[in-house]
């Protein structure tokens, strides 16, 4: 009798292992959905080039946050082209190079090669989040300039990453920034000289030629187009700028962002809002516009009860979005990364690509999919 109850404690013991080792996490579950929104892309995962980071938020009941991660096909070795995302770090080390100069704010005015156009940081980081504004976001690189984005991002530990290049500028790979004169609020002003930047090295890694072929000047050049000169922010380290932004407490200091409260504050807040709260015209530029999870694919409003920080980007058929999710209504508060490619043609520069037919679906049902579960688990 007493060996018959061993073995049955020990075959109870030895289910719960297996259960337990085929139990799915909440990013397997959502990639698992039958919705055909995600089925599309997940029924061929490598020709969409998909990667994805999923964060938990844990708190201990002093509030000290931790975290959890999952991931799906992630590599920083399989290069994607970022596109808008890199004005994430940009639109924060702005405010960061700005905290070494005495008497400033983030209203300080600037100008940019002697040009009479005076520019306010303020308006121009909310331009970058509220409608991925590409000048706006070449106005702070100026100020900022190549070498110190990169070695900043390097000293928090922030790597891989490189930014190279301007977007939809003239002359994008351009090594000199310009000249900027600041206007401080103690009505004086400091003029930053132009800076030489590093010569752009080219990358070393996979998935740097892709496609078929690329369109230049209105002809096309049948051959994979190269990306070894474009910048590069691989998806682990996007994710790992969004946590110490929003939780800088979870990051030693060397780790952190060195911004005023008052800053980060900012920063957050133009994160969150959305175009017709920064004063855009809410029928073409939707609250979804920049939230490619949850509403990418939907001309809805959001929900007042959900929050969501984040910095998309979309160039070269390659569509990505990063975001800090909150719903503090229904406990709800994930970190998502997803970048997928979306060139059916392997064109490249022709711009046909499926943006809206998969690519934002993709998203935004991912998106959806996470926060129901996590509300379920939560609720």
Known sequence: MRDSLKILVIALLFMEIGCSGTKKNILQKALASDNPKIKTVMSNPNEYEVQIIYTQILRDKKDKVSFKDFSYNLNAENYFYPASTVKLPLAILALEKLNTVDNFSINTQYTIDARLDKLRFSEEIAKVFAVSDNEASTNL???????YLNESMKEKGLTPFRVSHRLSAPNPTEPISKPITLYLENNTIVNFPAIVNKSIVPLQINHLKKG???MKTDQLINEPFDFSNKNYYPLETMHNTMKRIVFPE??????????TEKDREFILFSMQNVPKNAGYDPIKYYDGYCKFFMFGDTRENIPTNIKIYNKVGDAYGTITDCAYIVDKENKVEFIVSATLLVNKNKIFNDDTYEYDSIGLPFLA???RQLYAKNKKKAN
Do not use: P, T, V
């Not at 690189?141 to 070498?147: A, H, K, P, V």
């Open 212 to 214: 078929n072929g690329f």
């Open 250 to 259: 979870a990051f030693k200091e060397s780790e952190r962002f060195h911004l």
């Open 365 to 367: 049902e991912l998106g």
């Open 141 to 147: 690189l100026e100020y900022i300039g190549f070498d």
